[in-house]
């Protein structure tokens, strides 16, 4: 008991002198990069240096804010630069409007990962929290709802949208198919007359005899045929 409190009492210690420091220790583990702790107003950003090593970048407040997971918020941010998104290619596609696809990709990577290393409670606090927001989003960003709906697709739950029956009908698509015309061909087929004259010479012709044969001719033809497509 004595050691145990001794333990929680240096703890505690360490912990209160680099709080903010500290406080990510560890939960970075399943990214790899380093989390850096400083007052800005992005709260967690994904970042590079100028010696372009890349770092996660963390906002005291993102402790405060209880409604968000750090864990999830960590993994998002690792997601971002795993996922080349920081690259120079990455920034590109984020300049030209890419920015939605990318936060739905770094959701997605964060969401398996929380699974994946059983952080599911955060997960289902994230997804749920994304889902009240409902239709609200920052402008160039997913909505609530499509963040909430591509967390469950990517760790595989599909949402009561999702799971509804599927949309069938019918259409009319063009295919193309072979079929064959008979048509009239000029052979070329030798042929030799034989016999005997009058005086009893004999001898052959050999000639050349033009006929006229059906042959089978492949040809391309489309159709219209019916499908079903289901969505
Ligand atoms: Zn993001």
Redesign the pocket.
């Known amino acids: 008991m004595t050691r145990l409190c001794t333990i929680v009492v240096l703890f505690l210690a360490f912990f209160s002198t680099n709080a903010k420091a500290d406080v990510f220790a560890g939960y970075d583990a399943f990214c790899g990069l380093p989390v850096v702790v400083g007052t800005d107003s992005m709260i967690a950003s994904a970042r590079t240096d100028q010696q372009n090593r890349k770092f996660i970048h963390i906002d005291p407040g993102a402790m405060n804010n209880w409604t968000m997971s750090r864990m999830f918020t960590l993994a998002?941010e690792c997601a971002?630069h795993l996922l080349g998104h920081t690259n120079p290619l990455g920034q590109q596609q984020r300049y030209y409007g890419g920015t939605a696809t990318q936060?739905l990709e770094?959701d997605c990577w964060a969401a398996r990962k929380l699974k994946e290393i059983g952080h599911e409670s955060d997960l289902k606090a994230t997804i749920l929290q994304r889902a009240n927001a409902g239709h609200f989003a920052d402008p160039g960003y997913p909505t609530g709802e499509e963040r909430a709906q591509n967390m469950l697709s990517c760790i595989g739950e599909s949402s009561p949208e999702r799971t509804r029956p599927a949309q069938c009908r019918n259409i009319q698509v063009p295919e193309s198919y072979t079929s064959y015309d008979v048509v009239m061909q000029t052979n070329q087929v030798p042929y030799q007359h034989c016999g005997c004259n009058n005086f009893g010479q004999c001898g052959c012709q050999h000639q050349l005899d033009l006929i006229q044969v059906p042959v089978q001719v492949p040809v391309q033809r489309s159709r219209m045929v019916t499908r079903q497509v289901c969505d």
């Open positions: 998002h971002h936060e770094a």
